[in-house]
């Protein structure tokens, strides 16, 4: 059965093709991922895999989370996720403050007539 794996550390980002038995789960996918994208480091000159993330970091099938347990189908596309470096919100926040009036409002998206 064809799968692939997917990663976007920041030092290397990519999709590497696994080829596994039937009925194989996502932690067997990642057993099998592993020395292939430990030897894709190397070869960029990137450095090794921190191993503690790679065991709690969550993982997902076509950008739906799952379990490591999730048995896989031909073609699918096992990916694991990194943490966000900034919360999307918060950033989003700390770009319109120097907008804001004293009241918290933007005066740039003031609706007419009021």
Not at 31 to 49: M, T, Y
Not at 95 to 106: D, I, L, Y
Request: charged share 30%; with cysteine.
């Amino acid at each position: 059965m064809k799968c692939s794996f997917a990663v976007a550390l920041p030092s290397w980002q990519g999709e590497l093709p696994i080829t596994l038995k039937p009925h194989a789960t996502v932690d067997d996918l990642l057993r099998d991922a592993k020395p292939v994208l430990a030897r894709q480091l190397e070869s960029a000159g990137r450095s090794a895999l921190d191993e503690a993330w790679w065991q709690a970091a969550p993982v997902g099938v076509f950008g739906e989370r799952c379990d490591r347990s999730r048995i896989l189908t031909e073609g699918d596309r096992v990916e694991m996720y990194l943490p966000l470096k900034v919360d999307p919100k918060a950033a989003r926040r700390q770009r319109a403050q120097p907008h804001q009036t004293e009241k918290g409002r933007n005066p740039l998206t003031r609706k007419p007539g009021r």
